[in-house]
T-cell receptor
Framework: DAKTTQPTSMDCAEGRAANLPCNHS???????VYWYRQIHSQGPQYIIH???NNETNEMASLIITEDRKSSTLILPHATLRDTAVYYC???????????FGAGTQVVVTP | ETGVTQTPRHLVMGMTNKKSLKCEQH?????MYWYKQSAKKPLELMFV???????ENNSVPSRFSPECPNSSHLFLHLHTLQPEDSALYLC??????????????FGPGTRLTVL
């Protein structure tokens, strides 16, 4: 499976956009990039995923570089409730095995 | 609410007890998963079920015994656990295993403490 690299932590001001980077330089052509987040002591929450095109939904936008070696999750208007650990995961396994890393701890401040 | 419920939310048990964790999904999904999250460690996949058939056992000790009687219910039977098994146990479900549509929906978890 492709490995991912994320910053350990990030701070973001409430109301501003939060841009979360992820490197996945060994990603293969059929592997998808998934993003989840986990608010303290809760189950992880699916955010968005993509293969090579940029994606947007009601929660976030996902920008994948043309060479697919990195991606950025964008929370357009961060709120205090967006404080969580964000996980970037490359999914390749045929049985849907999500390999969670340490993620990025995002703290949104007033 | 994600459509995945877990009971109990908290459980304290001794090393000689037998207990079970229950997961139920109301999403019409065909795949269900058990994950373990120990303190300050990443989530680890334990078991995967597809249409009630176990398709993955991620080297989990036999003191953890999963059961999937139907596509909506998943159990994790626990016996003779060790204190290091104390963790948050999470259940998840998904439509299937296609890489492009594998959004997994997680329950709130069961916080297990083994004394």
């Amino acid at each position: 499976d492709a490995k991912t690299t994320q910053p350990t932590s990030m701070d973001c001001a409430e109301g501003r956009a939060a841009n979360l980077p992820c490197n996945h330089s060994t990603i293969s052509g059929n592997e998808y990039v998934y993003w989840y987040r986990q608010i303290h002591s809760q189950g992880p929450q699916y955010i968005i995923h993509g293969l090579k095109n940029n994606e947007t939904n009601e929660m976030a936008s996902l920008i994948i570089t043309e060479d697919r070696k990195s991606s950025t999750l964008i929370l357009p208007h961060a709120t205090l409730r967006d404080t969580a650990v964000y996980y970037c995961i490359v999914l390749s396994d045929s049985w849907g095995k999500l390999q969670f890393g340490a993620g990025t701890q995002v703290v949104v401040t007033p | 609410e994600t459509g995945v419920t877990q009971t109990p939310r908290h459980l304290v048990m001794g090393m000689t007890n037998k207990k079970s964790l229950k997961c139920e999904q109301h999403l019409g999904h065909n795949a269900m998963y058990w994950y373990k999250q120990s303190a300050k460690k990443p989530l680890e996949l334990m078991f995967v079920y597809s249409l009630e058939e176990r398709v993955e056992n991620n080297s989990v000790p036999s003191r953890f015994s999963p059961e999937c009687p139907n596509s909506s219910h998943l159990f994790l039977h626990l016996h003779t656990l060790q204190p290091e098994d104390s963790a948050l146990y999470l259940c998840a479900s998904s439509h299937g295993f296609d890489r492009g549509t594998n959004e997994q929906f997680f329950g709130p978890g069961t916080r297990l403490t083994v004394l």
